[in-house]
C-alpha cells in the first residue's frame, strides 16, 4: 500500500489521467507476449565490486512507443471520427548474461546469478511500464473533427500527450525504485528483488 501510494505520488494524475494498471503475467509471459529481443555484455572487472561499476543502471530497456490514426471515417453528422492506436515495437533488453571478477567462490556466482535475475526483473518492468500506458491510453475515446486533417491534428497532438505520459512514467518507476535498486519498494508485479550486490 505505501508502495503504491508512492507510485501515485510521484506520477501526480493530471486532469483525466487515470494511474496506470497493469496487466498479469510473469516476466516470461511479458517477455513472450511483447516480443522482446535480448542483447547481451558480459559484465566484469577486477574485484566484486568494480564488476559491478557505477552506470546507474546495469541493463537497459529500449522500447518503441508508436501511434497511429486507426477507424479514420466520416461520421454521420459530417464530421470525421478515428482513434488514435499506441503500440509497443522493437522492444530490447540489454542486460549481462555474465557479471564475474577474478577467483569468484560458488557463493559468488550465486550471487552474482542473483543480481542478473534482479536485473532482467526491473528491465521487464519497464515493459510492464509501458504495456500499461498503452493499454490506458487505448482505453480513450474516438476523436472527431471538423475536417480530415483537422482530425490528424487532433490525433498528433494526442499521440506527442501519450507518448510524454510514457516518457514520464517510465521516469517515475526509475525514480520510484531508483534503477532497481530498491526495487522491493514497487507495487504489485513490478516489486522484486533489488539490483544489488552484496560483495563479501
Ligand atoms: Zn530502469
Not at 37 to 49: E, K, M, N, Q, V
Not at 102 to 116: C, G, I, Q, V
Amino acid at each position: 500500500m505505501a508502495a503504491l501510494a508512492a507510485l501515485r505520488l510521484a506520477a501526480p494524475a493530471h486532469a483525466g489521467t487515470p494511474a496506470i494498471a497493469f496487466a498479469p503475467g510473469t516476466d516470461e509471459e511479458v517477455v513472450q507476449r511483447a516480443g522482446v529481443r535480448f542483447s547481451t555484455t558480459d559484465l566484469a572487472g577486477p574485484s566484486c565490486h568494480e564488476a559491478i561499476g557505477a552506470a546507474p543502471e546495469p541493463g537497459e530497456a529500449s522500447i518503441a512507443f508508436e501511434f497511429r490514426l486507426a477507424d479514420g471515417r466520416r461520421i454521420a453528422s459530417g464530421r470525421y471520427a478515428g482513434r488514435v492506436s499506441f503500440s509497443l515495437t522493437d522492444i530490447v533488453i540489454t542486460m549481462p548474461q555474465s557479471i564475474s571478477w577474478p577467483h569468484m567462490t560458488a557463493a559468488d556466482r550465486e550471487r552474482a546469478e542473483a543480481l542478473r535475475g534482479a536485473i532482467y526483473h526491473h528491465e521487464v518492468g519497464h515493459v510492464r511500464v509501458a504495456e500499461a500506458v498503452r493499454d490506458a491510453l487505448n482505453a480513450h475515446d474516438t476523436l472527431t473533427a471538423e475536417t480530415p486533417a483537422a482530425l490528424q491534428a487532433a490525433a498528433d497532438a494526442f499521440g506527442r500527450d501519450g507518448f510524454a505520459r510514457f516518457k514520464r512514467e517510465e521516469r517515475n518507476y526509475d525514480a520510484l525504485v531508483a534503477h532497481g535498486r530498491l526495487q522491493h519498494v514497487a507495487p504489485g508485479a513490478l516489486a522484486g528483488p533489488d539490483t544489488v550486490i552484496r560483495c563479501s
